[in-house]
Nanobody, 127 residues
Framework: QVQLVESGGGLVQAGGSLRLSCAASGLTFSNYPMGWFRQAPGKEREFVAVISWSTYFADSVKGRFTISRDNAKNTVYLQMNSLKPEDTAVYYC???????????????????????WGQGTQVTVSS
């Protein structure tokens, strides 16, 4: 059974940092894109970052967030620095597991491109 489990969320003051982790099990994810999305109250889920053979970020987090992966641990990370109140949301880890993405350089950014999702972790940034 494929599972993605996020951790690392919490409450932080504006300007602070958090590191989210996403531990994957049930499948080796090393050759597939792994992404982070977020959903704020009353808003649609939106793309944040993806790592495949390269990385890609939403404009709203570019320069503040980094994404990395440890293939030996089947884990992907989202380092969030210089956090702003508008970063407050539930953050979701997702995996795009399909043959077309295997070892691909294409960075999927659409929600429908991902077929495995974690349960989400809350990030709250106070002003």
């Amino acid at each position: 059974q494929v599972q993605l489990v996020e951790s690392g969320g919490g409450l932080v003051q504006a300007g602070g940092s958090l590191r989210l982790s996403c531990a994957a099990s049930g499948l080796t994810f090393s050759n597939y894109p792994m992404g982070w999305f977020r959903q704020a109250p009353g808003k649609e889920r939106e793309f944040v970052a993806v790592i495949s053979w390269s990385t890609y970020f939403a404009d709203s987090v570019k320069g503040r967030f980094t994404i990395s992966r440890d293939n030996a641990k089947n884990t992907v990370y989202l380092q969030m620095n210089s956090l702003k109140p508008e970063d407050t949301a539930v953050y979701y880890c997702a995996a795009a597991i399909a043959s077309k993405y295997y070892a691909s350089t294409y960075p999927p950014r659409g929600i429908t491109e991902y077929n495995y999702w974690g349960q989400g972790t809350q990030v709250t940034v106070s002003s």
